[in-house]
Each structure stands twice: as C-alpha cells, then as structure tokens.
C-alpha cells in the first residue's frame, strides 16, 4: 500500500496509482477499437442482410400473390367466356330447333294439302266418271223403261205412274257402286 | 510464480475491520516491475481481454437467422443499441454505438469481478480507473458538441439554455458550465467508484466480521462464544443476499454509466430548443 491514497485527504477519491487511469483508458481504447473496426460492423451487417432477406421475403411473397389475382382474374375472365360461348350456343341450338320444327310443320302442312289436293282431284275425277256412267245408264234405264210403259198400256196413268216409281225405288235400292 | 499467487489471493490479508486500506493493490512483482503493476491492474487487463474476446466470438460466424450463441451475442448488442443507443441518440446512434458497447461491456465485466470467486474485487471500486472512464465519456459529449456546433456554439450551447432573460445571464452561464462541463465527468466517475467501493466493504464487513465470529474461541465483549458462532453464522448467510445485491448494483451501475455518456452526448449535439 502506497501512502498516496491514505495520507490525502481526498482518501480513496484519489487513485492509489495515477498509473490506474491510463492503464483504464489504454484498455478502455483498445477494446474501442476492436468493438468499432470489427463487432459493430459484423453486427449490423448480420442486421442489415436479415432486413434486406426479411423485405426480399415480403416482397416474393407480394409477388406471388399478384401472380395469384392475375391467375384467378384470367380465370375468372375464361369462365365467363365458356359461360357465354354456352349460352349462345344454347341460344343457337334453340333457334335452330324451332327453325326445324317450323320446316317440319310447313313441309306436314304442305304434304297434307298435298294429299288433300290429289283425293280432291281424284273424287273429282270418280265423281265425273260417275257422273258419266250414270248418264249413259239412266239413258239406257229410261229407255227401257220408256219400252216397258209403251209394251205394257200408255193409256193406263195409274200404271204408269205406278211402274215409273217402281223405277225410281229400283233405282234407290240399286247399291251406289261408284259413289 | 510470486505473481501469480498475489493475484488471486483475494481478501488476502483482510484485516479487521476493514476499511480503505482493504482496497490496497498488491504489485504482481515488487522491486521488479513498477508497483502500479499489481493485481487490479491485471484483473482490469483480464477484463478487457475477456469482452474482446467474448464480442469477436459473438460477431465471428454470424447468420441470418441467428443460432443460441448468436442470440445471447444479439441480446447484449441489442440491450445496448435499441435499449441505450437508439433510444438517447435517435437516427445518429449508429456514431457513438462502438464506444457506448465497449463502455457497457467494459465496466459490466470489471463489476462482476466483485463476485468472481477468483478476484473477488470490482475494479472500478479502484477511483483511476473509473476515472479513466470518465475522462473519456467527457471527452466524447464534449468533442461531439464542438464537431456539431463549432468550440464557440458548443459553448453557448451548453452554457446558455434557450429562452433565459438577459439579467439572469451572470447566474446561469456559470451554474450551466459548472453543471454541464465540471460536474457532469465528476459525478459520473464518483458514481461508479462509490457505489463499487462501498458494495465491496458491505461484503467484506459480512463475511470477514462473519469469518471472525465463526471462528472466534473465545467470549467477545461478554457474548459467549456460541452466540458468537451463531452470528457468525448468520452473518456469512446474510452476505450471499449481499453478493446477489452487488450483482444487481454491478449491473446497474454499468447500464447507468452508460446511458448517462449517451444522455450527454444526446444533449451535446442537441439542436437549439
């Protein structure tokens, strides 16, 4: 023990060893040195690349969810499409049934007018041909009723009258062959 | 290896009842070396040896994503870069980042050696060094001041607050000057020296006077001797709670030198209020 620090009367306010302070200092500076030169710039470097890898991260993952939006939105736009492209097909197909359905009903109606047209012109034809042969049959019919009334009496009124209706009912009760 | 031996030989000596002269450095090699060759000398070399050491261990090998050594390495950077640094300085805190870890890491260290069985002594409770510290802290708010508003605005700066009315001039100017320039190193050296010094001597009271009761063999002052045992007993139980209190003190101290040195650098390089 030196007699520097008990004998002051600052006591131990002073230092036992002046040499203390420098000694103090002189280490203090070189761990100064070290810390600043080496640590601190490791330090923040490590900090430095976390923050730049943290943001690079956020960012990435910014981009992938655009990717993601982009994606769905074209998808979405696709789906309209088709939803579209099917109506109109629906829209198409329905048209192109009815336009079907109207050609059938026109050809139908014209097939039956069609028909209709050739029965009508064939009843014409039998009806005319009836007509004819029924000409040339009452012709003969009348004429042999006209030999009966004048083999039989032409005076007789009663009888004449008499076989002209049984004419007429024996043309009745004749079957209409080519009606 | 006479050296040796006088540098881990703690409490070596310890007379009752202890006082200053239980402060006394041994010189590691009397008559060879300079007697400010002693062991709270080299205690304080060890010191920085061991922060060298642990901060280039820290900072060698770092990743990303941080292992546990490198998380233990970014609790203690980060307690004094976001909790010290960055808080006090704002925006320029990456400046004065180095000299506030070295600091921090510096004097914590040398307090923990006060209940490091193998020194069993805080260096700082030795008033050179923290006068050292002090010295520099005073050096750096100051030198920042000067580098910021030139020797004459830094003077203003510091001396005249904003605002003050003419007529109080002649009072603040000097008390402003005392205040920020004189007092400031003094108290911050006279802190961390006191409240070491007196630690030390609480623990040495405890367990010196506790080793003294322990073994005493015979009546003291009319107490029998087992009641002087008993007491003795007590007395070294009592100072583990003691150790545990210096440690929070040792702690406490190093955080406190060091955001006060970044309080008046803060205010230093403050701009005009």
């Known amino acids: 023990m030196l007699p520097l620090a008990s004998e002051s009367p600052l006591g131990p306010l002073l230092p036992e060893h ?93 097939e039956s007018s069609r028909l209709l047209a050739n029965a009508k012109a064939q009843i014409d034809a039998e009806r005319a041909s009836a007509v004819n042969e029924l000409r040339t049959e009452i012709g003969g019919l009348a004429t042999t009723l006209a030999g009966r009334i004048v083999g039989e009496s032409l005076d007789d009124d009663a009888r004449a009258r008499r076989t002209v209706e049984r004419f007429i009912a024996d043309l009745e009760s004749q079957p209409a062959e080519h009606a | 290896m006479g050296g040796l031996t006088r540098l881990i030989l703690p409490l070596e000596g310890a007379a009752w009842p202890p006082g200053e002269h239980s402060f006394a450095s041994r010189p590691l090699f009397p008559g060879v070396l300079p007697d400010w060759v002693n062991n709270h000398v080299a205690q304080a070399v060890i010191g920085a040896i061991l922060v060298i050491v642990f901060w280039l261990w820290m900072a060698k090998g770092q990743t990303i994503v941080p292992g546990k050594k490198q998380a233990v390495g970014e609790f203690v950077y980060d307690f004094v870069r976001n909790g010290i640094a960055r808080d006090i300085l704002g925006p320029d805190f990456r400046r004065y980042l180095p000299f506030l870890v070295a600091l921090f890491s510096f004097i914590l260290v040398n307090n923990l050696f006060g209940q490091f069985f193998f020194f069993m002594f ?81 623990i040495m009271v405890f367990v010196v006077g506790g080793t003294l009761l322990l073994t005493a063999t015979e009546s003291l002052g009319g107490f029998p001797v087992p009641l002087l045992t008993v007491a003795g007993v007590v007395s070294i139980l009592f100072s583990f709670a003691i150790f545990a209190l210096e440690l929070l003190v040792g702690s406490i101290q190093a955080y406190i030198f060091t955001v006060l040195t970044a309080q008046y650098v803060s205010s230093a390089i403050a701009e005009d209020h």
């Open chain 1, 18 to 110: 002046p040499e203390e302070l420098f000694v103090g200092v002189v280490l203090f500076l070189i761990i100064l040195a070290v810390v600043w030169k080496v640590v601190v710039p490791m330090f923040e470097k490590t900090y430095a690349e976390r923050t730049a890898a943290i943001q690079g991260g956020i960012e990435r993952a910014e981009a992938a969810q655009a990717e993601a939006a982009a994606a769905l939105e074209e998808y979405k736009a696709q789906l309209a499409t088709a939803r579209e492209e099917a109506s109109r097909i629906r829209e198409e197909a329905k048209a192109q049934g009815a336009a079907i359905l109207a050609d059938m009903r026109q050809q139908a109606t014209e």
């Open chain 2, 122 to 202: 805080p260096t700082f409770s030795k008033i050179g060094f923290a006068w050292g510290l002090a010295l520099l802290a005073w050096l750096l708010y100051n030198g920042a001041g000067i580098k910021k508003h030139g020797f004459v605005g830094y003077l203003k700066h510091a001396t005249l607050p904003a605002g003050v009315p003419k007529p109080l001039w002649p009072l603040i100017i000097p008390l402003e000057f005392l205040s920020n320039i004189i007092v400031r190193p003094l108290t911050l050296g006279l802190r961390l020296f006191a409240n070491l010094f007196a630690g030390h001597l609480v």
